[in-house]
């Protein structure tokens, strides 16, 4: 037995409208999140001092997971339950930890190439991009770019 087709077109069309129809409850549900994302920034930034090394970046994005889903299942109950399961807020209950250990199982692929990718990478980066792996060099200036003196 075949799945049942899906028109894309209308599925994007209807989560656009429900989201421009309820704008003041996306932004509403998004604040906390958001000023807990940028909290961790600020501290990861402030902890890591002068220069931000990819090591420190890779686990504030780590840790940048948590607000997201914060958010996710807050508009994901509104969407789905109606208004009055959507509370804003940072309650972390059995489906909330549920939803936050399936995305970082999810997004344990992309951290987890970024980190291989910092195992085999020349580190620190040099500076000169002849000792660079290939495409991974500073960019040529174009014929147009203004010549500095």
Known sequence: MMPPRFAVTPLIVEGM???LANLRLALDLALVPTL????ITFVGRA???ERLEMVEALAIRTVDVVPSAMFAIAWYRFVLLGPAAAAPGASLGRRERGYLFQLVA???IPIALEAIFLAIAPWPLPRDAESMPPGMGRPRRSVSAP???
Request: proline share 6%; aromatic share 0%; glycine share 6%.
């Open 47 to 49: 902890l890591a001092g």
């Open 106 to 108: 999810i997004a344990a």
């Open 17 to 19: 409208r429900v989201t």
């Open 147 to 149: 010549r500095s003196p």
């Open 36 to 39: 807990v994302s940028v909290a």
